[in-house]
């Protein structure tokens, strides 16, 4: 959880929304957040500055204070997000394998590997294969 508000909060520092949620692989979150921080700080600096002249430092507080305000919901969302998927970061999506489902053993080297694999990761012997000892 640490780990994706420091990205997000680093990537609000260089003006890039959704580091966070980029870093826990919300990729639908990441985008719509880069899209409205930067669609809105394109229609802040066309109507309260001069888009040619316009540099960062020369920006009125009517344009940088929103887009600061977005950048800090931002990593707030990106906090929420982590906090909610529980792990942190680098969410593993997908159907997970029931833990309670025996392993089984190899008929060659006798280690235990998934039963839902055709063969043994360890010694790459079959599941059929006779047990040599």
């Not at 680093?10 to 870093?23: E, L, N, Q, S």
């Not at 060659?108 to 010694?123: A, T, V």
Request: some cysteine; hydrophobic content about 45%; proline content about 6%.
């Amino acid at each position: 959880m640490v780990v994706a508000v420091v990205v997000s909060v680093v990537g609000a520092i260089i003006g890039v929304a959704g580091a966070g949620h980029v870093y826990l692989r919300e990729w639908g979150r990441a985008f719509a957040w880069f899209s409205l921080v930067l669609g809105a700080g394109l229609v802040l600096i066309a109507s309260f500055a001069d888009p040619e002249t316009a540099t960062v430092s020369s920006l009125p507080l009517r344009v940088t204070g929103p887009i600061i305000l977005l950048l800090t919901l931002n990593t707030v969302d990106a906090y929420y997000v982590a906090r909610r998927s529980g792990t942190g970061g680098a969410t593993r999506r997908g159907p997970t394998r029931d833990e309670s489902a025996p392993n089984v053993s190899c008929p060659s080297c006798g280690r235990e590997f998934d039963p839902e694999l055709s063969f043994c990761p360890w010694c790459a012997g079959s599941r059929d294969d006779e047990r040599v000892e």
